[in-house]
């Protein structure tokens, strides 16, 4: 996954929260966040981030072994 700076997405809301913290759920690569009550999706490509996004769905955006997961939702 690209960097942050470069992704051509803006964020509506970025989550204040961390993935790791949040519960895991039945399904890999989705959690659920209590705070907002919605479900949140790892993604690890520009096309799943761009899938999710146009679903309005919360993301996890993993840049890669050295960064930090960044969540939170798009704008439309």
């Known amino acids: 996954m690209t960097d942050m700076a470069s992704c051509p ?8 929260l ?3 913290d949040l519960p895991e759920g039945t399904q890999p690569g989705v959690r659920h966040c209590p705070q ?3 479900d949140v999706f790892l993604v690890h490509s ?15 955006l993993d840049p890669g072994p050295k960064s930090n997961i960044i969540m939170g ?3 439309d």
């Open 9 to 16: 997405l803006k964020w509506a809301y970025p989550c204040p």
């Open 18 to 20: 961390r993935w790791q």
């Open 36 to 38: 907002c009550r919605q």
């Open 46 to 60: 520009q096309a799943e981030l761009e899938a999710n996004s146009s679903r309005s769905r919360c993301v996890a």
């Open 73 to 75: 939702r798009f704008k």
